[in-house]
């Protein structure tokens, strides 16, 4: 069962928004995906409380019960999970990292926020993770800017993933109802960039076709 788990030592990166995201492209798919909040701050568990259970389901957990609650809703028929981290917490990110497949470090294209990664490369790097970067909330349509950071990161040992997520207004609007992109503008372009994120992050999961509602996976 595909693990993801979204780090990066930044605060406002986008690692929750990044999370909810993804777990909710796998739902849309039609897999069973549940979203694991190692964060105190309990963003994402908030997130689920305003939308009244609907999924995908959002669960807490301090970072040392990682581990069982993982086999606990791998038995309980979760298909797909992301963990959610804390900025600024060692061993929160170290225990989430151990306990992925695929390991997502979201990073504004920034030079600030770039130079910032390196500690968490280097964690990365140190459990034997794979681990690509994402660029969030940077520009629509600025191929340079995103060629310049890949560089940058790949620097670092952690290539970046070939897709983004840039700044779209969506992002906002949807996170302060409690919905997704997806939910909020269907045909939206944030929606098709999240669908390929998701399409890309199963293939290296080695879930090789994304499952699609009212079909068995292949
Ligand atoms: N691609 C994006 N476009 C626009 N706003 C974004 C994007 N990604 C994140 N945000 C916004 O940035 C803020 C911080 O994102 P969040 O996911 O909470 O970061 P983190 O969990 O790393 O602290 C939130 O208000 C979120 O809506
Ligand atoms: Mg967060």
Redesign the pocket.
């Known amino acids: 069962m595909p693990t993801v788990a979204i780090i990066?030592q930044?605060?406002?990166?986008?690692?929750?928004?990044?999370a909810l995201h993804l777990a909710a492209a796998a739902q849309d798919a039609g897999r069973v995906s549940l979203v694991i909040d190692t964060d105190p701050q309990a963003?994402a568990s908030q997130w689920a409380a305003w939308r009244k259970d609907q999924p995908p389901e959002v669960i807490d957990s301090p970072p040392p019960r990682l581990a069982a609650k993982i086999k606990q809703a791998h038995e309980q028929g979760a298909e797909f999970i992301v963990i959610d981290t804390p900025?600024h917490a060692d061993s929160a990110a170290r225990a989430a990292v151990e306990a992925a497949d695929l390991v997502l470090i979201?990073c504004r294209p920034s030079a600030f926020d770039l130079s910032a990664i390196q500690t968490t490369a280097k964690l990365v790097q140190l459990l034997r993770r794979p681990a690509f970067v994402v660029f969030?909330?940077g520009p629509p349509n600025a191929p340079r800017v995103y060629e310049e950071a890949g560089e940058l990161v790949e620097g670092f040992g952690t290539p970046p993933c070939p897709h983004q997520?840039?700044?779209?207004a969506a992002?906002?609007h949807a996170?302060a109802e409690g919905r997704t992109v997806m939910e909020l503008e269907p045909n939206g372009k944030a929606a098709d960039e999240i669908r390929q994120l998701y399409s890309w992050t199963c293939l290296q999961v080695d879930v090789s076709t994304p499952r699609h509602k009212g079909r068995v996976a292949a």
Do not use: V
């Open positions: 990066s930044k605060g406002g990166a986008g690692k929750t928004t990044l963003t900025p979201p969030t909330a997520m840039p700044d779209r992002y906002r996170s």
